[in-house]
């Protein structure tokens, strides 16, 4: 495939895309559509029928099958994922006799991990079907309960459930409130906090929540979302997926617990020993605007997240949205005096021409922006992925390999190739990038784009870059 099926040679603005030819030619070659991966493996829609992982509808994801096949054929001793999401891949890995940590900065996704790990490794099913029926009769048929079980409504969520939605869930909370086992109850509260969405008058869709017009909110659009379900009714069917399951996971997960911390790899990864891992796989966010403290507004509320909460978990996450500010002077505290990799990371943002060439092109154009933020979108992206990057080439032993998946994007008009600049991190931070499998079909600009610059597909990639000697 050579560089020209790559890289246009015209900025849709008219500016240069000197910079980003050259990362074209650099990478082309290393670019393939590998038929293998579907859309369905490099996202949720692999496992919407997986045991366990089936239980929470957690889109941003990959499947269990994609990780299962790669630790198969490299055969690694250690995995990390530093972007664990719902722990698919510390899961999987510990499943098949690896050791495995997953670091994850939504407390969402580590709930879930751990309530699938805990139904893996010594659950009783006796006690939790005698628990879940206990609970089940508690939610439809059980007392008045105290103010505090109320559902702990942020003012996303204000309106989401039907009254007497709301009823049962204050009664699930006091019941879960009053269990001793912490295994059981983590599992409780997955299968509660699971069903929220269904049972609501919201549904996630991209980067916002879609409202339907019956709940009691102000709401500029009057969409109808057909029959919420009883929140009762929802959560037998998720108990009966759970039992359902749990020989399965036994199986597949029984492995032990893998290690799931709850933080920003941008803080976390610092501290782990160098060439503690000899693979990775992971998909970070993407450059796409989504803020997912709002799409699982309803899953952070019924953790006791308040408004406070939901803003500081914002910014604490890779930058990826309007809203995010820069980091890399909290970084630099956090690094303090041993700054070397922080440095490194520094400088390979710095020097990544095809980076300043889109954000030169869209600084000219700022005013036309559907919002002047998406220039410090852009640049604490990549400055932050650089930090990662660069940790990854540190944690990773050589002869490691390190397995990423992740989106090209596009803003008024300029292409991102955000395959290739990630490449050239990787290579200056100790991998060789061997390939850029792309999938047969990529993903549209979105409409606006399109109506402005026509229609460009998007790459849609995973990536394999091995660690180098030293």
């Known amino acids: 495939m050579s560089a020209p099926e790559i890289m246009e040679a015209v900025s849709p603005n008219g500016g240069s895309t000197v910079e980003r030819e050259d990362l074209s030619k650099r990478f082309a070659r290393r670019v393939s559509v590998n038929e293998h991966y579907s859309r369905k493996a490099v996202s949720y829609q692999g496992n919407r029928a997986a045991p366990g992982l089936r ?142 969405e269904e049972s609501s008058y919201t549904r996630k869709d991209g980067q916002y929540l879609r409202w339907d017009k019956r709940a009691d909110r102000p709401l500029r659009s009057s969409v109808d979302l057909g029959s919420i379900a009883r929140f009762s009714d ?99 505290d956090i690094y303090g005096e041993n700054r070397e990799t922080l440095d490194k990371a520094i400088g390979m943002y710095a020097g990544q021409g095809a980076v300043h060439e889109v954000l030169g092109i869209l600084g000219e154009r700022a005013a036309e922006l559907s919002n002047r933020n998406i220039l410090n979108l852009i640049e604490q992206y990549f400055s932050e992925m650089a930090v990662v990057v660069a940790e990854l080439g540190r944690v990773v032993r050589p002869g490691g390999v390190a397995i990423m998946v992740n989106d090209n994007v596009q803003y008024h008009g300029e292409e991102l190739p955000v395959d290739f600049i990630l490449a050239d991190f990787a290579e200056q931070a100790g991998f060789q990038c061997t390939n850029i499998w792309k999938l047969a079909r990529g993903k549209g600009n979105s409409s606006q784009q399109m109506a402005r610059f026509g229609r460009r597909e998007l790459r849609k990639c995973v990536y394999r870059w091995i660690r180098t000697d030293d």
Not at 253 to 270: F, I, N, R
Not at 292 to 321: H, N, V
């Open 55 to 196: 239980w929470m509808k957690y889109k941003e994801g990959f499947s269990s099958r994609l990780v299962a096949e790669l630790v198969d054929e490299v055969e690694p001793q250690a995995v990390l994922d530093p972007f664990a999401g719902i722990c698919t891949t510390p899961l999987v890995a510990v499943g098949r006799g690896r050791d495995a940590m997953g670091i994850e900065i939504m407390p969402v996704g580590v709930l879930v991990g751990s309530a699938i790990a805990e139904a893996s490794n010594g659950l009783s099913p006796p006690m939790f079907d005698h628990c879940r029926a206990a609970l089940l009769s508690h939610t439809r048929n059980g007392h008045a309960t105290p103010d505090e079980f109320a559902f702990p409504h942020v003012p996303i969520t204000v309106g989401a459930f039907p009254p007497g939605t709301e009823e049962e869930i204050a009664r699930a909370r006091s019941f879960i409130a009053a269990v001793d086992d912490t295994g059981l109850r983590s599992l409780l509260n997955l299968a509660c906090l699971s069903v929220l």
């Open 234 to 332: 929802a959560l037998e069917r998720r108990f009966a997926e759970i039992s359902e399951d749990v020989d399965a996971l036994k199986k597949q997960y029984g492995g032990g617990h893998p290690d799931l911390v709850t933080g920003s790899c941008l803080e976390l990864l610092k501290d782990i020993p160098t060439g503690a891992f000899d693979m990775v796989i992971t998909s970070p966010p993407y450059a796409n605007r989504y803020d997912y403290t709002r799409t699982y507004a309803l899953e952070l509320a019924w953790m006791g997240f308040d408004r406070g909460d939901f803003s500081a978990l914002r910014q604490r996450m890779l930058s990826a949205t309007v809203e995010n500010k820069g980091k890399m002077e909290w970084l630099g």
